[in-house]
């Protein structure tokens, strides 16, 4: 598989977009609690979301050794197109996916390509302090510090949040999309000049649908 995109994947992955209606109620964000008062949860590591991977899905493994992991009962789906620029690979057990694969639209992902993206909205999988998808925004950001949202209409609008203490730099937490009116934060007029958006302030009931994880191109770890 040849490596020519990864210099932007990354800004690609972390910004998004979506278009908020009538203006909504802002939740409180909580105080960050101490290590002390965190009591983690205990996530299995075949359900763990971490630097490293997504479950038994590692970055830097390759997509066969995967599949032997795995088995023969778990299916791979490719999804073309998935999102702009992006086709995966849904690995699928019991009927229901548990995460994807992604690699550059129009490129056929060989058993010997590198995993370097992955991405899952399975709330079966958590970080190791029971974040994951589907968990109340103001839930993570009383673990993870206070959330600052974003959405960059230069980059198809997809919308994530950042955290004071991000628990890895190659981790990112996606919100809503500016283009389905599904945007999590409360965000300034548009009116205004400039295609990046953010703000601290976002709706009551406002959730982490997606985590993603991906390393560079001779930057992922050995598997």
Request: hydrophobic share 40%; with cysteine.
């Amino acid at each position: 598989m040849k490596k020519i995109w990864f210099s932007t994947i990354f800004y690609l992955l972390l910004m998004g977009c979506s278009q908020a209606s009538a203006p909504p109620t802002a939740a409180n964000s909580l105080p960050v609690k101490t290590p002390a008062e965190v009591k983690s949860p205990v996530v299995s590591a075949n359900n763990l979301i971490s630097a490293q991977g997504i479950g038994r899905a590692k970055l830097g493994m390759t997509l066969g050794k995967l599949k032997k992991i795995l088995g023969a009962k778990t299916e791979f789906q490719v999804k073309s197109p998935f999102i702009v620029d992006f086709d995966a690979v849904a690995v699928v057990q019991n009927n229901q996916v548990q995460f994807y694969i992604l690699y550059p639209a129009g490129i056929k992902l060989a058993d010997t390509a590198i995993i370097e993206v992955l991405k899952t909205d399975n709330s079966r999988y958590q970080t190791a302090q029971g974040v994951g998808p589907g968990t109340l925004l103001k839930d993570a950001a009383a673990v993870y510090g206070e959330a600052t949202l974003s959405y960059n209409l230069d980059n198809e609008g997809r919308e994530y949040v950042n955290f004071a203490n991000q628990p890895a730099d190659r981790m990112a937490f996606r919100l809503g999309s500016y283009g389905d009116q599904s945007l999590a934060g409360i965000y300034p007029s548009q009116s205004t000049q400039g295609s990046l958006y953010e703000t601290n302030e976002y709706k009551e009931g406002a959730k982490i649908i997606a985590i993603e994880i991906n390393c560079f191109p001779g930057n992922c770890p050995q598997h």
